[in-house]
């Protein structure tokens, strides 16, 4: 890969993996078992455990082209379930 | 997996592993010493004639006299009353604005003795190196939390490079001729052994410094608005109640502590916390350590004017928000499982510094040019850099700990003085790294730590005529534990160093660790 390869991939994983994680995270933080705030904390940890695999995940890809639209679908996916969710339990 | 993908993940572990390697050298060196906190606190300055934590009766007098010269230990001020570690009672607080921090108890005549600046810091500038890897603050913070996502993608993409070799290699530790060899199965099987305790680490690091704008994100986010609200609400417990500013009598120490024992009998209390001492709003954390679990440090909050329990944050009773705190918090720090768990952090901390160094180590030895003497500008920079940060670090905190002692006895800015060893120390042994070149700074600087080391125990055998063995015959083993290990430290550096020696006299010749190179 050359440098901006390498660019790319840490972009991508830094700017699109974080809101990726909170999405994915949102997701369990809904519909988790128990109260809402009894999961606040774990959920705190679960966005950067998520996040980390996403940036390393994102360097598994062959092509940049891939890892981009991998990380836009994925974002697209997540944020539609999660607003979703929120909508169906009348968070928003 | 395809080679290329496998090509990929091993230059960003070469990558991200140079990059962070040397401040988490440093990180996990000062950690393993950290781990043992309150013993080179205790060891650094030891309370001339110290309350014993049988005097608890005397804790109210103790309170009384601390609020009515400093009035601001008010807000909060702790109460140790460790009954395991130490024996040790005494009570500690921050200035406010500044945060000093003062410790206090009462001597045989029943007079209050503070000690603040003068008093060593030793501790906790360790523990700041340990945080920061000595980058100033708020800077420091930041970088070690960008550090550790470095760190986490290098742990991943490690783990993903040996995985086709994992099980077939992980215990082979070839010693033979091929030294890099060698280091390469050392830094392997401690890198995949570590690793659960790596994952931890690197979690809380990132976490330590981007928590509030991970807070942020999940306000807006995942809790529409909300977030900040339960995030209050969690953080409260802390701090259930506002100063009412009528005056109301307290229960004491003795009295919490006891109210305590009947809700959690196996609890071994090891402080108690009172916040706005004097006012019918009073409260106290009455904190300790739970045998038997996991997380074990937790206590209860308890109303210090009624002794009302305000909140229950025993092991196996709090609520799962404290769960999952407490429980990434003890696998950091190691508080799970008293001394032996401690140890075994110490060693994992120590462990963890081997394997920046031996990453560092590594690439360099793989870019050596074999046929000739004068080899690669970067490598050669990195030898220099890698010696100069992790044995200068090494260097700079043996020192300190000999300056902790000898300090007193010169100045009272004890404090300041600490961090001006510290650094000019570090800062020295960096730029003797880079005048003198990588062979003969890594011997040099590695007798020097030695001797610094050695000169630990020592000096506190010199200054308070704690030997090691009167230590022991006075019953403060964690004191003569600190020297016996420096001790062993000093030999472990001792060899460092000769080994080193070796090399730059009989080992093979075209490399950066030869005097030959043009750069040495």
Redesign the interface.
Known sequence: MTRLDWLQRIAGGVLLGLPLALALSGIVALIGPGKIEDRYLLIVYLVPILWIVILAGNFACTENRRSWLMLVAGNILGFAALVTLRIALHLS | M?P??LR??K??HTWTGLIAGMALFIAFYAGAITVFHEAVDDWAAPAAQPMTAAMLDQAPALIEAVVAQHPEAKGMLTLHVDETDGQILKAEWEDQPTDKHHAAWLDAAGKLQVVGDERSNLAELVNQLHFTAGIPEPVGTYALGIVS?LY??AL??GI?IHLPALFKDLFALRIGDNLKRLWQDAHNVIGVLSLPFHVIF??TG??FA??DV??L??NA????G??ME??Q??FSTFMPLMPAGKPAAMLSAAELIERARQLAPAMSITDVTFHNIGDEHAFAWVFGQMPGHLAGNGGLILNAVTGEVLHNMIPGER????T??YG?FSAHFGTFGGLPVKWMYFILGLAGAFLFYSGNLLWIESRRKRRQADQARNTDLMARATIGICIGACFGISATFVAAKLLPLMTREVVFWEQIVYYAVFLGSLAWAFLRGAPKAAMELLYATALATILIPVSNALVTGQHPVASILSGRLAMAAIDITAILGALAFLLIARATRRRILRGQPNSVWTTATVYG
């Open positions: 395809k290329e993908t990929r993940y230059t960003l996502l986490a993608l991943i993409s993903v690197a979690v990132v976490l981007f928590h991970i807070f994100a999940m986010v995942i809790y529409g909300k977030g339960i995030l609400g969690i609520s799962p928000n404290w999952v705190l990434f």
